[in-house]
């Protein structure tokens, strides 16, 4: 039997009577027959609400709606059909010499120019000179294009494929040459070396992929986990508010409640001492104007007429009342800041706000940086204006003060021998001998002064260890904690010492220099654990 009437034979069995393509997916109904899934699905849907099913091939009727059980072995035999059918089809040349019906071919002849199917090719001469190649329609490219014989060798020098008559008579006589099939391994040994290289970057590519993916889904978990904690965190913060909120109100309500009653006892009793002084004045008038002087003698004294109680009094009585007492709105106020304050400490964050000095601060023989970064001393009056804030002495403090989560921040001190770094409330005296940065119990540093190291606080000196490669000095602060300390950022870090108190207010970074200047690196870091 001819092969393309086989083929044609097989294709006719595999052809869906619906779709009249080949079977996709092919199922089976109780009376035998196979149909695409698709197609039998939708046929069955056209025929709801009939009552009746029928077999679009053999009419056949079923009661209730036919369930479809998949034909694994036809689906096996439509997919090798394909896939047989794609690798003949696929070159799209056929046999030379099947005229009747188109076959798929073979191999080509070079020297024929000719393509064979498998029938033809048992068939065809085998000789050296009918050269067999992949099936091709481009034949005249197999062939030198002046002497018109296939290619036999390879031309190494100019890198070009030539016949037996391109060595002995062409341009390429003397050259190097190799044989087709030396020529071809040779490059097909440097493509796989290219192949190899290609697949190792697409590996690499391919990890880095799934690298770049995991962290996309961690940032996405990492994401929805501080959303969570934010939503949990306002809703908090909502709640707290709701309940200050109904406090202070109630508390203002209590208290104008009470001033009024207050204020009502005090006009009841100004109207009963109105009501006096109104008979006292109707009795003094009627005295004035009597005639009869012995009558106006023998009165009693004025002294009881004009005995009357300082009005005085109840107006600082009702002064006092009308003070609402401000204790818990400004505890609440307080209590409302530490909440905004853990908006900052509930997550995690590296902030980037910049630490800045307080220009108002700095003492007299200080230049502060356009920048607000860098203090440097100078031995001239730079004749700051005098105000309470400036202080007396060679120092400054930060314009923010924390009063709430951990912080830390850094300072570079190579170019001065001698300085306090450090932190301190905002109250603390700013003249007089106890206003220097650890004089007192206001604040807390680290100090340099004649190559010796110590912590100050209250007056009170720790000394530190001599040999501290000092040149930047990093203090952390835990305020919760009530935890200050103060490391140098050597090779390793250092620590040096961790101070310990009840923080009452906020604090302030602080800075004392003589001779040189100090300067602040970057902005002030904040961390927190989420819980």
């Given at each position: ?391 007396q002495c060679d120092q400054v403090i930060s314009i923010r003060g924390f009063f709430s989560g951990r912080h830390y921040w850094e300072v570079d001190v190579s170019k001065s021998v001698w300085w306090r770094v450090g932190m301190c409330y905002p109250s603390m ?103």
């Open positions: 039997m001819n092969p393309a009437m086989a083929s044609a034979d097989v294709r006719q069995e595999l052809v869906c009577c619906i779709c009249l393509s080949i079977y996709t997916d092919p199922v089976t109904l109780r009376c035998g027959h196979n149909f695409c899934r698709v197609c039998i699905d939708r046929a069955l849907d056209t025929q709801e609400g009939a009552g009746v099913y029928n077999c679009p091939e053999c009419r056949a009727k079923f009661r209730r709606r036919p369930a479809l059980q998949r034909n694994i072995t036809l689906c096996n035999i439509v997919g090798s059909f394909l896939s047989t059918r794609t690798d003949q089809e696929e070159t799209g040349i056929f046999c030379t010499y099947c005229v009747d019906s188109p076959v798929p071919a073979a191999k080509s002849c070079l020297l024929c120019e000719a393509s064979l199917c498998d029938k033809h090719l048992r068939v065809h001469s085998k000789s050296a000179e009918h050269i067999l190649c992949d099936p091709t329609t481009a034949l005249e490219t197999r062939k030198c294009c002046i002497h018109k014989e296939s290619y036999r060798y390879y031309c190494t020098e100019d890198a070009a494929c030539i016949c037996v008559a391109c060595c002995l008579l062409g341009e390429h006589r003397g050259h190097q040459l190799e044989s087709l099939d030396e020529a071809s391994e040779k490059k097909k040994e440097k493509l796989r070396n290219v192949l190899q290289k290609l697949t190792t970057k697409r590996a690499e590519a391919e990890k880095r992929a799934q690298s770049l993916q995991e962290r996309r889904r961690e940032d996405q978990r990492n994401a929805a986990g501080v959303t969570e904690t934010v939503t949990a965190l306002f809703r908090d913060i909502r709640r707290q508010l709701k309940d200050m909120e109904k406090r202070v109100l109630s508390e203002i309500s209590r208290q104008e409640q009470r001033y009024s009653l207050s204020v009502s006892d005090l006009i009841q009793q100004l109207e009963i001492k109105k009501d006096e002084l109104s008979g006292k004045m109707r009795h003094i008038a009627e005295l004035c104007n009597m005639s009869d002087p012995v009558t106006v003698l023998q009165e009693p004294g004025t002294g009881d007429l004009c005995d009357t109680e300082d009005t005085e009094t109840h107006d600082t009585q009702v002064r006092g009342a009308g003070d609402l007492d401000l204790g818990l709105i400004s505890g609440t106020l307080h209590i409302l800041s530490g909440i905004i304050t853990g908006i900052n400490t509930g997550i995690y964050v590296q902030e980037a706000t910049d630490l800045l000095l307080d220009v108002t601060t700095a003492g007299y023989y200080l230049q502060i940086s356009g920048d607000r970064k860098t203090a440097s001393w100078s031995d001239i009056d730079q004749n700051h204006p005098v105000t309470p804030e400036r202080f005296d700013r003249r007089g001998r106890l206003s220097d940065f650890g004089n007192n119990n206001k604040s807390w540093c680290v100090c340099r002064c004649n190559n010796q190291y110590s912590v100050i606080h209250d007056s009170r000196e720790i000394p530190l260890p001599d040999n501290i490669p000092c040149d930047r000095v990093r203090v952390y602060l835990d305020y919760e904690a009530g935890q200050l300390s103060f490391y140098s950022l050597c090779d390793p870090i250092r620590h040096l010492h961790t101070c310990t108190a009840a923080l009452t207010e906020p604090l302030h970074a602080a800075l004392y220099i003589w001779g040189g200047c100090i300067t602040i690196c970057g902005g002030v870091g904040s961390w927190e654990i989420l819980p």
